[in-house]
């Protein structure tokens, strides 16, 4: 049973932070998180909000924050030339793949993550998106259709209204439960929080 | 001598839940800190930002976020009823008694905080803000003449001006000689980033 929910954009520098934590999140709180990728510039629409780093005066401090988060949890990253991009790709690809494999389709979300926040690989480019698909023994050809077809095209834009609708508007974005959290900044008071439901659900059955 | 810079406006949330931590955050860390509140509007004019809040989707969240982290911080907190305010007053009357007894500014400034978040005073009010300093051996009568009087006026546009030319747009922000930290859910960071240089600056004087 999923217990945390991850909604992430494929363009979102924190996302990524987060994303690279996770493996470690799951095994030191005793949760199963379930990977939503979903497209962060229809939230912007409903919140008035533009990209951060476009943001007067907030873009430069915010720039030098992810370097900072970057380097203090050892994550390789910089800022991509293309930043940021629309991530439709990648998406569908994602829920394609994890309607075949969940395990799978974690393992290329991380690798899309890192070609495009660590080696600079522009990911607005399909043919990077497939690239690191044949890294792992994923049917390319069966890929490349998926992203064309209505099915994960629809699954991409029902996923994105439902996190709309939860109030996901930024990314990364987790539920616990009902509980929202917005931010990379938020794991520890998450895994906090899971910790003090557990007590309580556990003190209420003894 | 001051090592952290502690920006804040005295109607802003998450600068209170930060003030709550910032004993235990000198001590704990060994470092001094520096209070400087200042008039965040005035920065909201440069980012092109309005206050949380009253942001659409994202200032119900936000709302949320705050009650759950003074909750998990075991500070009482609500949102007084006339927030926000422009908090002339009170940062006018703490730079006068700063210049009497930077202790008694400090302590002062923690009940305007007190007083507006914990007990719902209305600190747009300025006899709130006297009964404020009452409570302490501060003349109030010198008080009222000093909020009044152009040399404290003067005093909060320039630390006001210096805030937003060294990067400050929000509230609480921090600086550690040249590195801003914003937010009071980066203070672990600034504690880990000061911790860091401080070993740095030992292996370089061995």
């Known amino acids: ?42 939230a912007f629409k409903q919140t008035g909000q533009s990209p951060l780093l476009s943001q007067p005066i907030r873009g430069t401090y915010f720039r030098h924050d ?14 991509p030339e293309n930043f940021p991009y629309a991530a439709l790709v990648p998406t569908r690809a994602f829920y394609w793949l994890e309607s075949r494999s969940p395990m ?15 080696d600079g690989l522009d990911m607005a480019n399909p043919e990077n998106v497939f690239a690191a698909a044949s890294r792992h023994s994923i049917n390319v050809s069966e890929m490349r259709a998926a ?7 629809d699954h991409t ?34 895994a906090q929080w899971i910790s003090l439901r557990k007590e309580t659900a556990g003190s209420q059955s003894d």
């Open 104 to 118: 799978l389709a974690r393992k290329f979300a991380k690798d899309i993550y890192r070609g495009y926040f660590a």
């Open 1 to 42: 049973m999923s217990e945390v929910t991850f909604y992430f954009d494929f363009s979102s520098p924190y996302g990524y932070l987060a994303a690279e934590r996770m493996e470690a999140f799951e095994s030191r709180v005793g949760v199963t998180v379930t990977w939503r990728p979903f497209m962060i510039g229809a």
């Open 147 to 153: 992203v064309e077809n209505q099915r994960w095209k």
């Open 66 to 79: 992810m370097e900072r988060c970057a380097r203090l949890q050892n994550t390789p990253f910089h800022i």
């Open 157 to 190: 834009r029902t996923v994105t209204e439902e996190a709309i609708s939860l109030g996901a508007f930024g990314s990364p974005f987790f539920f616990y439960e009902d509980e929202p959290f917005f931010g990379n900044d938020r794991l520890e008071q998450l």
